[in-house]
């Protein structure tokens, strides 16, 4: 079993940054993949980005050039978002995939709530 834990959400106006942070526990393997979805009400979750413990990232196109997803370790990932804009507002999730298996891992959720 993975635990993946979110922190950094928050209340922001237009126009400003957050750093989202996202430490994963238990069987970890040095290969997997790590993300931050998002979803919003109404609405389906979206992959916002993604990185692999190789470093390949992968963007949505409404983010890129905005958000920069990184990681220091098989287990944490960040998410720095920049130029945050009113459509962002969502509860933003880290997720967990081993390399080669279809199981994600999901944590609790983060509220990242961008007002005008």
């Not at 079993?1 to 959400?9: C, D, I, M, R, T």
């Not at 106006?13 to 979805?37: D, K, T």
């Not at 963007?59 to 130029?83: E, F, H, P, W």
Request: glycine share 12%; charged share 15%; aromatic share 8%.
């Amino acid at each position: 079993q993975v635990q993946l834990v979110e922190s950094g959400g928050g209340l922001v106006q237009a126009g400003g940054s957050l750093r989202l942070s996202c430490v994963a526990s238990g069987s970890i393997f040095n290969l997997n993949r790590m993300g931050w979805y998002r979803q919003a009400p109404g609405k389906q979750r979206e992959l916002v980005a993604s990185i692999t413990t190789g470093g390949s990232t992968t963007y949505a196109d409404s983010v890129k050039g905005r958000c920069t997803i990184t990681r220091d370790s098989a287990k944490t990932v960040y998410l720095q978002m920049n130029s945050l804009k009113l459509e962002d507002t969502a509860v933003y999730y880290c997720d967990y995939v081993r390399v080669g298996r279809a199981t994600n891992y999901w944590g609790q959720g983060t509220q990242v709530t961008v007002a005008a």
